[in-house]
């Protein structure tokens, strides 16, 4: 089997500025989950305001199903930052899936802080600096709110996320060299 790096946590936890570091120093592909998802769907808010969030959620399971199907090399993936946290219901597939990436050895969880006040303070901070993103700070608060707890009851790796995304890289790199060797 191709090996994944599941790059999973919130939004604004520096998936996506870490993948792409991380995947440089392996010399391994990069993708972001979310911009598979909108090069297939378009805009997510509107296809979220089509089909409803458990229709976005069904919809991106098949998308990262679609897209660990297909693949041909060594992959650093930042999952959406829901995805381990979809109700179990929405896919007959997905408490299995889930689970399979909880499990996975390579599953790195980043999150800008294990403090609960304080990750919430910087995820928030983050999300509001994204111009592409149509929340407000309430909504960002509550998300991550909710969020939090399932994140931290993950059984995998975990990484702070609130510092210099090169080193935050360096870091998962060794977690992940470690973990093949092993």
Known sequence: MIPFVHLIGPGGAGKTTVGPLLAQRLAWRFVDLDQV????????????????????AARNIETYEQLRAAATAPTVLAMSSGFMTY?????KRYPALRDAIEADPLTALLLPSFEFERCVELVVER?????????DRASETRRIRE????????????????????????????????????
């Open 37 to 56: 998802f909108i090069a297939q769907q378009g805009d997510v808010a509107a296809f979220m305001a089509r089909h409803g969030y458990a229709g976005y």
């Open 87 to 91: 109700s179990a219901d929405v896919s």
């Open 127 to 135: 999300q509001l600096c994204r111009p592409y993103l149509r929340g």
């Open 147 to 182: 969020r939090h707890p399932v994140f931290m009851a993950l059984r995998c790796e975990r990484f702070i996320s609130e510092g210099e995304p090169a080193a935050i890289a360096c870091e998962v790199e060794r977690f992940v060299r470690s973990r093949l060797s092993s």
